[in-house]
């Protein structure tokens, strides 16, 4: 059974720093594309980082480029994702994702609350 687990959530000021995790089961971990989304209160859910299968390329959304960064530990079949800087726009449910590809994702996890406080 394909399981994905967030954590590391929680209540932050502006400026402040984040790391959440993502552990996985239930499948080979670096045959998978893995990503981060973000759901903000009354907004549709966008993708916001990306790390591939093939060659561990990573991508990012426009609106946290620079400030997060997404790693993976295929050892630990854990992906996270670094958020330095954060804003209070960037206040949502986090849900990671498996992917078979950076386009197109079949199981999702049940998310973690991030809120930062301006």
């Known amino acids: 059974e394909v399981q994905l687990v967030e954590s590391g959530g929680g209540l932050v000021q502006a400026g402040g720093s984040l790391r959440l995790s993502c552990a996985a089961s239930?499948?080979?971990?670096?045959?998978?594309?893995r990503g981060w989304f973000r759901q903000a209160p009354g907004k549709e859910r966008e993708g916001i980082s990306c790390?591939?299968?093939?060659?561990?390329?990573?991508y990012y959304a426009h609106s946290v480029k620079g400030r997060f960064t997404i790693s993976s530990d295929n050892a630990k079949n854990t992906v996270y994702l670094q958020m330095n800087s954060l804003k209070p726009e960037d206040t949502g449910v986090y849900y990671c994702?498996?992917?078979?590809?950076?386009?197109?994702?079949?199981?999702w996890g049940q998310g973690t609350q991030v809120t930062v406080s301006s």
């Open positions: 790390i591939s299968s093939s060659e561990g390329g990573t």
């Open positions: 239930g499948f080979t971990f670096d045959d998978y594309a």
């Open positions: 994702a498996r992917g078979t590809g950076c386009y197109e994702y079949d199981y």
